[in-house]
Every structure is written in structure tokens, then in C-alpha cells.
């Protein structure tokens, strides 16, 4: 039985409430006389939670449209993209489309000059972005009109100027491709499996920076491909753990995108200006910066944004990454008090992260309420993220918080159902090909954990545990694993019977927040 298409729904459901209203308008304007069958099947098909296509037929039994139900679907799903592309083109920051559209029109109907002369203005745009396939697709329409209108003058003037400059652009495109190269190879093993774990993984990274053209950012022919250059270098000294080096490019990077005017920080420079705060802040707090961490976080949010949408998503992952200047300072119980009215409004915000942010977000709030004891709250957390469908971005995360969910089970006193809990661990966790050595002794001591029927041999286990973490902690590939979770602190506080937080801010030092 053919299963029934589901991409007219998912459009339909896809849409603002600026969006479906404009589509109404366009629709009564594109389809004269008719309008009425495709608004009517718009609004049945928006009304439903999940598609149902029985009732769709039922409810329009008597319209003729119904025989050919799949024709009107599809034609609706034309006519909505139609209305989406005429709604975001009159409020697209890019004009280089529409206006090369309009030269083609003006072309063919023989108005060559003010063909050109959109072109020349198209040319102007694309050039000031760095939108380098844009610049070429101008030079390919004006050599096309040369050859139409037969201009001899025009001829020599390409073959002897703009075909040299044409090419200029293409090997900026290629140098812009070469650096995104990179940045691409240094990130898809730490996007995938969350760092270096092996000495051979190092070599490879250092490998990658042995080519002459990366040796310098001074080889990279336009802004996008410098930050490019030092987006790479920013995770690579980050792997390796030279984090001053790594906090320079940051900044050098920030800094590029301040000396902008405000109205060039948009489209994809505006995203990835907010990324470069983000990213800086991470060194900030792993250098222990905290108070510089915690302003940057607010300029952040302070800054203005092209939509709503974008502002919710920016307050979101700045609040994420407060959440996470608590749990490293040791300030659990303020994080929580800090935070409440963020987390009251999270369920607002929290679907617009994309998948690695929000399992981020997830595993810092369990950790946030477990330290400050509020473990209820915390499994609620991490339930959310077990139950995440999607968790190839983030292994790790997923990995650790398979763990964390012991320890809170743990100090819910969950005996009969931490002995299931600890069996599936277990076994979620053999599987795993890449292993800490942190997480293998972890391993080892959850296998033993169902034998042990007394308090003194729990105990017991957990001086095990802590003695061999003790030994793992300095080993230049396993600090990472102790950055998901301060495992030694914890075991101190059950052995030395004393609060997680009080250990950790004891350790810590006392860090005074301006907040």
C-alpha cells in the first residue's frame, strides 16, 4: 500500500502566522475564481496535530476537487512555496537574486542597458559580501549580452581586463574553499566524537596544518576565509590544550567581526559573530576567567538581532553556557536560584536549538540540580535528554549522561531500579568503541556494583573507583572525560560524608560573580 506524502503537512506546519497569512492573500490573488478549494484544504490540513488523510476525504466529500486529491495537494505545495519565496524576497537582506532576475527579464525583452546596468549594481553587492559564485554569475551574463549584441569594444575589453579579474575571483573562491577545507577536517572528528583521545589523532590534526598555505593567515585572500583560519586554529590549540593560543584567535576573530559596521554583521556574519562570543567564553571559563566569561555572556544578549526567532535562540544558549559558569565555579545552588525565571521560560525557547545545543543544555541542567541537590530535578533532566532520538552529534554527552543518570539514581536511593539501570549501562557502554580509559574504569566498577549488599562494601567500591580516577586525572587524553563531570569530588563527598558542593567549593575557591 503506497503510504501517503506528508511533505505538504510538514510545509503547511512549518509556516509563521505572518507566513500563512500572506499565503491567504497570495492565494486569493494567484488563483482567480478557484481560490477558495485551496485555502479550505489549507486550513483543514493546518487544523490537524498529525495528518490524516481519511479525514481530509470525509470532510470534503462533496467538493469535486476530492477525486483528485493528490493534484490539489501538489498544487497547493507549489502555490506555498511560491507565496514563501515572493514573502522572503521583500524582506531578504540579499537583493543580488532578485536583481539578477530582473537583468534576465530586461534582457529578454531587449532592454540591454538597463540590463546592465542592474548587473553592474548586482556586481557591486556581491563584491562587498564576498559572495564569490554571485561575482562570477554577473561576469558569465555580461560576457553572454557581449556575444547577443555583438560588441567588438565590449569583447576587448573582456578579454583584455575582466577576464584576468574574472579569474582573480575564481582562485579567491578556490582560496576560500581551501580554508573551509580545513576548518571542515578539524571539525567533523570533534563534532562527531567530542576530542582527541589518541596520539594518533593528534598527529593527524598537526598533519593537517603542515601544508605552507595554513601556516599563515595572511594566505587567506578574504574575511571569511581568515575566519575560517581562525576558527581551525581555535579548536586545534583547544584539543591539544593551548588554550592561551587558542584564546588569541578567538579574540582575533571577535575582533573581525567588531570592526564591521553594523549593517555588514548580517546573514551568516551575524550567526557567526554570535558563535565567536560563544566560543571565546568557552576559553574564558576553561582559562578560569569567570568574571570575563560572565560579561560575555551578557554582551551577547545584549546585542541586537535581525529576528525574534534568533533572539530566542541567542538568550537561550547564553543562558546555557551561565548554567555552565555555575557548575564550574562550584555555584550550584545560585545557578539554580539565578536561573528560574530562564528555566520557567525554557519551553518556549528549547525546540528552536539545534539538536547538540539543546543535548548540551539538557545534561548541564541535571548536572546544575544535582550539585545542588535537587536530584528529582535533575533525573527529570536527564531523562530528557536519554529520550532525545538524535544523538549522533553528541556520543559523548549521551555517553555521560548514561552515567550521570546512575549517580542520580543513586542518591534517590532508587535501589531496586538502579540494579536494571546499572545492567543497561553497562552494556550501552561496552558497546562504545572509543572509550575513555575514565570511562572503562567507570565500567568496570558498575559490572561489580549489583554483588554488593552492604554499605562498607559500597564504600569500598567507590575508594576503588576514586584511587584509579586519581591516577587517570593528569593524563593529557583523559582530563577531557573530567570536564563532562567532576567524578573525584563526588566520591569525595560520599566517602568523606560531606555535600558535592561544599567539596567542590572548597577545592575551588571561593569565585566572586558580578552578577
Not at 536583481?99 to 542597458?113: P, T, V
Not at 543544555?361 to 541537590?373: D, K, P
Request: with cysteine; proline share 2%.
Amino acid at each position: 500500500m503506497k503510504t501517503v506524502s506528508l511533505e505538504l503537512f510538514h510545509l503547511i506546519k512549518s509556516l509563521s502566522k505572518q507566513e500563512k497569512r500572506y499565503f491567504k492573500l497570495f492565494a486569493a490573488r494567484h488563483v482567480i475564481g478557484e481560490q477558495n478549494k485551496y485555502v479550505k484544504l489549507f486550513d483543514a490540513i493546518d487544523k490537524q496535530s498529525e495528518y490524516n488523510e481519511d479525514k481530509i476525504k470525509h470532510k470534503f466529500s462533496k467538493e469535486t476537487f476530492i477525486k483528485q486529491l493528490h493534484v490539489t495537494k501538489n498544487y497547493l505545495y507549489k502555490l506555498i512555496l511560491s507565496s514563501l519565496r515572493q514573502y522572503h524576497e521583500s524582506k531578504s537582506e540579499d537583493p543580488f537574486p532578485v536583481m539578477i532576475r530582473n537583468a534576465q527579464l530586461l534582457f529578454k525583452k531587449g532592454l540591454i542597458k538597463q540590463s546592465e546596468k542592474i548587473l553592474t549594481k548586482a556586481m557591486k553587492i556581491a563584491i562587498e559580501n564576498e559572495q564569490f559564485l554571485q561575482v562570477l554569475e554577473v561576469y558569465r551574463w555580461k560576457h553572454h549580452i557581449i556575444h547577443n549584441r555583438n560588441d567588438l569594444n565590449g569583447l576587448e575589453q573582456y578579454v583584455n581586463v575582466d577576464f584576468q579579474k574574472e579569474l582573480n575571483f575564481l582562485d579567491s573562491y578556490r582560496n576560500y574553499l581551501e580554508f573551509q577545507l580545513l576548518h571542515d577536517k578539524i571539525f567533523i572528528p570533534y563534532w562527531k566524537s567530542g576530542g582527541i583521545r589518541k596520539k594518533e589523532e593528534r598527529e593527524i590534526y598537526n598533519s593537517l596544518f603542515a601544508d605552507p598555505l595554513y601556516q599563515d593567515v595572511e594566505n587567506a585572500k578574504s574575511f571569511n576565509a581568515r575566519m575560517f583560519y581562525h576558527n581551525a586554529r581555535f579548536l586545534y590549540y583547544f584539543q591539544i590544550g593551548e588554550l592561551e593560543k587558542c584564546m588569541e584567535h578567538m579574540q582575533e576573530q571577535v575582533l573581525m567581526f567588531e570592526q564591521l559596521a553594523p549593517e555588514q554583521r548580517k546573514g551568516s556574519k551575524e550567526a557567526n559573530y554570535h558563535s565567536s562570543l560563544i566560543n571565546l567564553y568557552i576559553i574564558q571559563k576553561q582559562l578560569h576567567r569567570y568574571q570575563e566569561g560572565l560579561d560575555n555572556l551578557r554582551k551577547l544578549r545584549s546585542i541586537p538581532t535581525s529576528t525574534s526567532a534568533l533572539k530566542n535562540r541567542l538568550v537561550t544558549r547564553s543562558y546555557n553556557l551561565e548554567v555552565d559558569l555555575y557548575i564550574s565555579t562550584g555555584q550550584f545552588r545560585q545557578g539554580v536560584s539565578n536561573l528560574q525565571e530562564f528555566i520557567e521560560e525554557l519551553q518556549t525557547y528549547e525546540k528552536q536549538l539545534q539538536s547538540q545545543h539543546r543535548l548540551g543544555l539538557y545534561y548541564n541542567l541535571a548536572y546544575l540540580n544535582f550539585g545542588a541537590g535537587k536530584f528529582t530535578k535533575a533525573l527529570d533532566w536527564i531523562n530528557q535528554l536519554l529520550d532525545e532520538p538524535d544523538v549522533r552529534t553528541r556520543e559523548d554527552l549521551y555517553a555521560f549522561g548514561r552515567i550521570l543518570n546512575l549517580f542520580i539514581h543513586y542518591e534517590l536511593g532508587n535501589d531496586q531500579l538502579l540494579e536494571y539501570i546499572v545492567k543497561s549501562t553497562y552494556r550501552f557502554l561496552s558497546k562504545r568503541k572509543r572509550l575513555y580509559k575514565t570511562e572503562s574504569v567507570i565500567l568496570k566498577f558498575i559490572k561489580k556494583y549489583p554483588n554488593w549488599s552492604t554499605n562498607q562494601q559500597i564504600l569500598n567500591g567507590f575508594k576503588e573507583l576514586h584511587a584509579e580516577l586519581l591516577t587517570l586525572k593528569n593524563e593529557e587524553l583523559e582530563a577531557r572525560a573530567f570536564e563532562y563531570f567532576d567524578f573525584l569530588s563526588w566520591l569525595e563527598s560520599k566517602l568523606e560524608k560531606k555535600d558535592f558542593e561544599a567539596v567542590l567549593m572548597q577545592k575551588r575557591g571561593k569565585v566572586e560573580l558580578i552578577h
